[in-house]
């Protein structure tokens, strides 16, 4: 379905519906209004997932598939990409920051546990996610600690990212750990810049997380997401990381 057809799809009955029950609201409009406008402009291949009102007047959120969310006036007249703040007697407080580590949060509670390569401490005291890349220096210095990490009570949840792309040579070999039948090893081995035996196989998951990772934000490896859904960018050291996570 081309993308004008997929929203006619979607809100014709929608649109019944609310008929049905009297009449359309005030913010069933403004989405109709807005849905109208994106649709005359957007290059067919971009999705949008969902437009949802914010507790700012006047303002819509309007959510991709695979690229980060914007903001439209309720008139569908102005786009509005960046972060958007609230001014308050204690400072500036970034609304858009506090939505994203919402919906990361949210993204992060609906992973299938069997898709993660996770290393668990003897002691469980945090949760991390962790974008990674076996080509990535920084992501192979944070694996070299590993153990560090989980002696601190830190559960490592690996996610694949590879940066070069999906089909590149290191999203087979990031591939090839997920399908082994020891993933942890594997793993271990490609961050100690050894080689395995490529394998691809089709319950990779490696190209949805490597997508779910763009629509995040997701801009290098390793990045970390707490189990708050703050994203935390880059390598950080065990106990500065603990001190992140107990703060």
């Not at 014709?12 to 008929?19: D, E, I, Q, R, S």
């Not at 067919?44 to 006036?73: A, C, R």
């Not at 859904?229 to 065990?238: F, R, S, T, W």
Request: net charge negative.
């Amino acid at each position: 379905l081309t993308m004008q057809k997929r929203f006619k799809h979607l809100f014709f009955p929608l649109a019944l519906a609310v008929l049905a029950c009297g009449g359309i609201s005030a913010e069933k409009k403004d989405i109709e209004i807005i849905t109208s406008k994106l649709l005359e402009m957007l290059p067919e291949e971009v999705e949008i997932v969902s437009i949802e009102e914010v507790d700012i007047n006047g303002f819509y959120e309007v959510n991709f598939k695979g690229i980060e969310p914007l903001y439209v006036t309720s008139d569908g007249n102005y786009l509005i990409s960046g972060d958007i703040y609230s001014i308050t007697r204690d400072g500036l407080i970034n609304k858009s920051e506090a939505r994203r580590d919402y919906q990361r949060k949210a993204a992060m509670s609906q992973l299938d546990r069997e898709e993660l390569i996770i290393f668990e401490p003897e002691d469980l005291k945090f949760n991390i996610y962790v974008f990674t890349d076996v080509d990535c220096g920084y992501c192979r210095q944070f694996h070299n600690q590993i153990d560090e990490y989980l002696e601190l009570g830190i559960r490592v949840h690996y996610l694949a990212y590879p940066r070069a792309g999906v089909g590149s040579e290191s999203f087979k070999k990031i591939s090839s750990a997920w399908c082994d039948n020891d993933p942890n090893y594997s793993l271990t081995l490609l961050k100690q810049g050894k080689d395995i035996q490529t394998q691809l196989c089709s319950k990779s998951p490696v190209e949805r997380h490597f997508k779910l990772g763009n629509a995040m934000g997701v801009q290098g490896t390793p990045s970390i997401i707490t189990d708050d859904g703050k994203m935390i960018p880059g390598y950080l050291p065990p106990q500065d990381l603990l001190n992140i996570l107990e703060s």
